[in-house]
Structures are given as C-alpha cells and as structure tokens.
C-alpha cells in the first residue's frame, strides 16, 4: 500500500530518515520548477480528473479524483519485488540481482539513471503551453495526465539518485530541474528533448513515436541487474501504456476527420480549406518525430552499450524470449554506409545492442501505423502513412554525416536541403497548424473541427464529462 506521507511512497521512506529529509528538501524546489515549467496557466484555479496511484497493484494504480495540478500526489512506487530474481542476462548472468549499486558500475548506472530522469521534465517543458491551444476538455485532461505522470516519472529516478549514490546523486537530482528544453546554456541532455512541441499534432506524434522510446527504453532497463532500477522502471511502464494511447488514439482522430473532411470536400483533397489537416502534413510530421526517436537508441555501434549489456546493467527488450543471454561471441549483420553505397557488415552483438533495441521499437511503430492505415482504407482512400526509412534525417549514430531521402535513397546535402519542405514539417505548416489551434475548446463535449470525438471517455465517464473544471 502507498503511505499518505508528505511524499507518497511505497518503500517505507520513513524508516529512512536521513533519506525522506533529502528528499523533502528536494520537494519544494520541484514544485517550484512544475509552477514554473510546468503547463502554463492551469496551476491554480483548476482542477483535473486525473489518476492517482493509490497502490501498485491493478485496483489500486488506476484511482480517479479531481486535483489541483500544483496538488498531484508525485510520490515513489516501486513494482512490487520478484522472489530470488536472477541477473538476466550478460556476464553476471544467474547471479542473484543486485540490492546495492556495486562501486565498478556506479558511475555507468548514475549516467543511465540520469539520462532517463532527464527526459521527464524535459518533456513537460515542452508541453506546457498546450493547454491554451488543446482541441477538447477531453484531450487537455489527457495531456496534463501524460505531464502529472512524466512528473512522478522524474521522483522515480530522483529518488534512486538519492538512496544510491550519495552526495553525487542529489547534486545530479539538482542539476535534473536546472537544465531546460530548449535552453541554449543548459539544454537537456538527448536532442529529440530540446525540439519544440507546439502544436497537438507535434504532442500526438511525440506521444506515439517518443514516449514508445520511453517504453523501449524502460523495456530494457526493467531488466537490469540493479534490483530498484528493475522496480522502478517496471511500474513506469505500467503509466507508459497510456502515453502512447494518447498518441496513437490522437493521431487517429485527426485521421478520421481529415477523411471525413475529404470526403466532404469531393476528394479534391484540400483539407486545408475546410480547416482540417492534410495527410502530407500528418506525414511530415510522422517523419520528424519517428527520425528523432530513433535518434534515442544511440549509435548503431556502441561500446557504451555493450558494456551495459555485459554488466547487467541495461538488457534487451523482453529479454526472456531470446534464448541466449549471455551473447558473447553472437554476431548482428548491419547496413553501414561507405563511399556513397550500402555495405553489410557482422558486427559482434554486444557492440549492436541499440540497434537491436532500435529493431524491436521500429517493429512496434510500425504496427502502430498499420492501424492508424486501416483508417484510410475504411474511409476508402488509397492514401497510405509510412514510416521513413531508419537511415532518414539521423543526426546520432553512423547515417548522420549522410543524407537520404524517406525510402533510403542517398542523396547529396543539396538535394537534401532542396526536398526537405516535402519531407519535413516546415514553418508554413507550423503557422497553419497554429491558426487551427488558435481557439483552444474549453466546452464540455466539444472538439475541435480538425479532430474527431474519441469513441468512449475517460474512465468510463462520457465524452462530454467535465474533464478539467474552473474553481468559482
Ligand atoms: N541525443 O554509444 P552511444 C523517455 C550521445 S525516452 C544526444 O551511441 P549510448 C520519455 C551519448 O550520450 C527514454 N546525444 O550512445 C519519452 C554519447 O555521449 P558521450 C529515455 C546522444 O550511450 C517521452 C554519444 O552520443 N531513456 O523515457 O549507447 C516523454 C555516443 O553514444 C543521443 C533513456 O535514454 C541523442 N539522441 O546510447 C518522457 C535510457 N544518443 O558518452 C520520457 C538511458 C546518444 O560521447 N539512456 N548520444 O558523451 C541510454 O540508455 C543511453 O544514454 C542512450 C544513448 C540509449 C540514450
């Protein structure tokens, strides 16, 4: 059960004394920063129907209540622990896990740890003028829930920068609300977090291709050796799920009413003309946000990763349905890229860890987008989204120095920059989606008339509940 402490929390922080108070010292100062970086113009007069973990377990992480955004309560869940749970994979592989961060490994574990907080506050940094531009109560409720939880998601690695690595780990935990989205001096660390979200089509993508990083990510650090981290990450996943379906239930309304709006329009296709978003803009920003989130694996080759892998640290994606865990000698044939031509190479396994963490998020996607496909085909469009080919507009890893147009195709920087507006989202599409968005919906019930209703509410409430309400 969660305590109802000052912080909630289900690790009995009050049996720690020295911790709950660096903790608490801690708490303000977030709560300044959520006041300060957090969704712009709903701290104090309103209240959201959130969920609210009142229990790890099914009945209790799913608890609905109206709260005050600066009130939520972000406390320290861990998964409940596994019975004499065995390193998974790597050197140390059958081993019991590890209760304490060994010495060798704590300044990999610290970087790990620190890279994953980092993306939690990014991305509510760059969320937060959303709410003055949403397209129903329905959709604001959603994103300030994907906020509250990206939120907690930042307590979950704070709090095991404190109990784990001493002096060091409050300094990072510090320095984790002092670095900004977009900051030129201090930006965050990973690129795809310092891009601005503007607009709900950049939040819905972002939510579908960046929060599945989130959840490739976690997959992967769920199974590491450091029995906290494992707990800790498992029970993000728990709160992960939803992201996504924001996204790609998001994504799919606007697709439904563009294909209504097409259909209205006479299939001439200017959707824009009716207010609506066209598919080449949808795909546009498909594009931008699928490259970013590949930029997140890291490098197709990284020694960073495989001496993750070999210390337990960070695993595979579902680790247990490989069956070889260990990997030493196992070889991972990759395409590099010399002299303007494609070569396959073997590279040893371990080295290719991203990319095979990279394989698995690109199989998800695209089954996300087959979905989203069956839209068009239902509406009877021939018009298809696609993902881009892994090689398209890279910025991290071996295709970066490069460019390639959507299918692979090489191309000069010329071309490249000549055909970007066709493949990217370009400002005149930003103002566009902008105008759109100008008028946020505040009623009850209502949506904007570029996307459609969702098929059912929040929490069996109906579509046009009171999601977010004003305090008279
Ligand atoms: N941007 O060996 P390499 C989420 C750096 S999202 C900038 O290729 P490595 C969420 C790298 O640091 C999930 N720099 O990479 C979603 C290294 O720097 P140094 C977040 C980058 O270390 C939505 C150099 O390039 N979690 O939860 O194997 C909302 C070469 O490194 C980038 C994690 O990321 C980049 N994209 O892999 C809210 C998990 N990529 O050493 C939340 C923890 C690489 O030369 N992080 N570099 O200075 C990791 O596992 C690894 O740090 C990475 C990078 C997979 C990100």
């Known amino acids: 059960m969660i305590s109802a402490d000052k912080i909630p929390n289900n690790v009995n922080l009050s049996g720690n004394k020295r911790l709950q108070r660096a903790l608490e010292h801690w708490q303000p100062k977030y709560i300044q920063w959520w006041r300060d970086m957090g969704p712009q113009g709903f701290q104090d007069y309103h209240q959201v129907y959130v969920r609210t973990a009142v229990s790890v377990d099914p009945e209790g992480w799913a ?156 997959m992967s650090l769920s199974e590491s050796s450091l029995d906290p981290l494992s707990r800790t990450t498992r029970f993000m996943l728990t709160e992960e799920a939803h992201h996504m379906f924001v996204g790609e239930t998001g994504i799919a309304r606007i697709l439904e009413r563009t294909c209504q709006l097409m259909k209205e329009a006479g299939f001439s296709g200017d959707v824009r003309k009716l207010g609506g978003i066209d598919i080449p803009t949808i795909q546009k920003h498909l594009n931008q946000w699928f490259s970013l989130s590949l930029d997140l694996h890291g490098g197709e080759v990284s020694s960073n990763a495989a001496s993750y892998f070999a210390n337990g640290l960070k695993g595979r994606a579902k680790e247990e349905t490989y069956d070889e865990h260990v990997v030493k000698d196992a070889h991972y044939r990759m395409e590099f890229f010399e002299n303007g031509k494609s070569v396959a190479k073997e590279v040893l396994m371990r080295n290719a860890m991203n990319e095979v963490l990279r394989d698995w998020y690109v199989g998800d996607c695209a089954a996300g987008v087959a979905r989203w496909n069956r839209i068009l085909e239902q509406y009877g469009f021939s018009d298809r989204l696609q993902l881009p080919d892994r090689k398209f507009n890279r910025h991290i890893g071996m295709y970066s120095g490069f460019h390639f147009d959507p299918n692979g195709v090489p191309l000069s920087a010329e071309a490249f920059e000549s055909r970007k507006s066709e493949w990217l989202p370009t400002n005149a599409d930003s103002e566009y989606l902008l105008s759109i968005m100008a008028q946020p919906i505040y009623e009850p019930g209502k949506f904007a008339n570029y996307i459609a209703p969702p098929r059912r509410g929040i929490n069996q409430q109906p579509v046009n509940f009171q999601y977010v309400r004003t305090e008279a």
Not at 87 to 95: A, E, P, R, S, V
Not at 101 to 125: H, K, M, Y
Not at 182 to 203: H, M, Q, S, T, V
């Open 63 to 218: 608890h609905f209540e109206y709260v005050k955004l600066p009130e939520y309560r972000w406390g320290i869940f861990l998964a409940d622990p596994v019975h004499d749970r065995r390193i998974g994979f790597g050197d140390f592989f059958g081993q019991p896990v590890w209760q304490e961060v060994p010495g060798e490994f704590r300044n990999q574990l610290r970087r790990l740890i620190v890279t994953q907080g980092d993306t939690e506050p990014a991305s509510v940094e760059q969320q937060r003028w959303l709410g003055q531009r949403c397209p129903s109560l329905y959709d604001l409720r959603n994103l300030f829930q994907v906020n509250v939880e990206e939120g907690r998601h930042l307590w979950a690695m704070v709090y095991l920068l404190h109990s784990y690595f001493g002096r060091d780990g409050r300094d990072e935990a510090e320095e984790l609300l002092d670095r900004q989205s977009g900051n030129r001096d201090k930006p965050r660390i990973l690129e795809a977090f310092n891009e601005p979200i503007d607009n709900w089509l950049d939040f819905f993508m972002f939510t579908m291709f960046t929060d599945r990083d989130g959840k490739s990510q976690l």
